[in-house]
């Protein structure tokens, strides 16, 4: 049954596909931004970053993008496998020693 | 030691009682964070250490919770008179200064159930 207070969003893909998990920010002075993964009893992992001075970061089946103009930043998953099934945090800091502040989350359900 | 290590990795308590929540970070990372992620949540923040001091407390939600943190090491974070919607996962993370990186590294947290 559903667990009380699980309501974060849902990609459900199949194996192979591409992934595209969004996330929108919210200060318009953030200029460092970070995905991170975060599997089930673990604590989050850093996946890949982006400064604000680009549009566009490619990692390893990777890319993250971001748009400043309306604040919005997404990760692009390459021929998605059931071992990327997790949730998928956005964080953004103004650099420096500022703190990261997450975003609510994205599960990601990959199906054999 | 070569990641973020956080102990005990479970914790039941009763309603009321005190609990600590330990944080070894990263050797030489001199930053370190506290977050609580309730179930099916994001991560809220609690603490910032930059050394042992504690330049922003701004998420400690209420006096009962505290953190210190001796030198550039250990951190404890305790919660005093124990509630159940204190019930959640508490992370830690730490940072290396300097650099361009900004990126945490997390460790796996304290999973705290209030009964």
């Known amino acids: 049954g559903e667990s009380v207070g699980l309501h974060l969003p849902t990609l459900s893909v199949q194996e192979g596909d591409n992934s595209i998990i969004n996330c929108a920010y919210s200060?318009?002075?953030?200029?460092?931004f970070i995905w991170y993964k975060q599997e089930s009893g673990k604590g989050p992992q850093f996946i890949i970053d982006?400064?604000?001075?680009?549009d566009k970061r490619q990692g390893q089946r990777v890319t993250v993008l971001l748009n400043k103009t309306v604040k919005h930043l997404s990760l692009q998953i390459a021929a998605t496998q059931p071992g990327d099934s997790a949730v998928y945090f956005c964080a953004e800091n103004m650099g420096g020693y500022s703190t990261l502040t997450f975003g609510k989350g994205t599960m990601l359900l990959v199906s054999p | 030691g070569a990641g973020v290590s956080q102990s005990p990795s479970n914790k039941v308590t009763e309603k009321g009682k005190d609990v600590e929540l330990r944080c070894d970070p990263i050797?030489?990372?001199?930053?370190l964070y506290w977050y609580r992620q309730r179930l099916g949540q994001g991560l809220e923040f609690l603490i910032y250490?930059?050394?042992?001091?504690?330049?922003?407390k701004s998420g400690l939600p209420s006096d009962r919770f505290s953190a210190e943190r001796t030198g550039e090491s250990v951190s404890t974070l305790t919660i005093q008179r124990t509630q159940q919607e204190d019930s959640a996962v508490y992370l830690c993370?730490?940072?290396?200064?300097?650099?361009?990186?900004?990126?945490?590294?997390f460790g796996s947290g304290t999973r705290l159930t209030v009964v």
């Open positions: 993370a730490s940072r290396r200064t300097g650099g361009t990186n900004y990126g945490y590294t």
């Open positions: 200060n318009s002075a953030s200029d460092y």
């Open positions: 982006i400064r604000s001075n680009m």
């Open positions: 250490f930059q050394g042992n001091s504690a330049p922003d």
């Open positions: 050797s030489g990372h001199t930053a």
